[in-house]
């Protein structure tokens, strides 16, 4: 993370609630669901939550490596395809779940494979939010999302500088 990006701490309890918050969101937008396709590994979390909210059974995983240091997104590389059956009708009634849109990358890839899938991020920066069809909160491009996920316990400095603790 450069010095001009923002950061943006997600609790357990913060991320829990966000994703509840997306699955109300998506039971409106159609009563059942085929199955999810998650995009490992930052959707392995908001899919087990909105399968259990939703009554979905069918999870399938769709694996792609990107951040390949933490710090910069690197050239993207499928190491697991969706399963044939669920890439029929090209994705018709599937339901692609994501942690976040950022670049956009990940999410262009995605939404080739499976064009009339229904596509879901708890959080999305500008450059990936036209690739989403269904996300809860928009983050600026320059800000760093922290899941609780790669978070341990420590002293978190005050935002402003000097601010006295």
Do not use: N
């Not at 109300?24 to 396709?37: N, S, T």
């Not at 956009?104 to 890839?109: C, E, I, M, V």
């Amino acid at each position: 993370m450069s010095a001009a990006e923002k950061s943006f701490p997600v609790s357990w309890e913060q991320f829990h609630r966000d994703a509840r918050a997306l699955a109300w969101r998506l039971a409106g937008v159609r009563p059942e669901w085929k199955a999810i396709v998650c995009i490992t590994r930052g959707g392995l979390v908001p899919a087990a939550i909105i399968s259990r909210e939703l009554g979905i059974r069918l999870i399938e995983t769709v694996c792609i490596a990107s951040y390949h240091d933490y710090a910069e997104q690197g050239e993207l590389m499928v190491l697991k395809e969706i399963s044939p059956e669920l890439v029929e009708e090209d994705g018709e009634g599937i339901l692609i779940v994501d942690d976040l849109t950022d670049t956009g990358k990940t999410a262009s890839l995605v939404r080739a494979m499976l064009p009339k899938a229904h596509f879901a991020t708890v959080y999305a920066k500008p450059k990936g939010r036209s690739l989403v069809d269904t996300f809860i909160t928009e983050v600026s491009q320059d800000t760093w999302i922290y899941f609780p996920w790669d978070l341990g316990l420590t002293f978190q400095a005050p935002i402003g500088k000097g601010t006295a603790g």
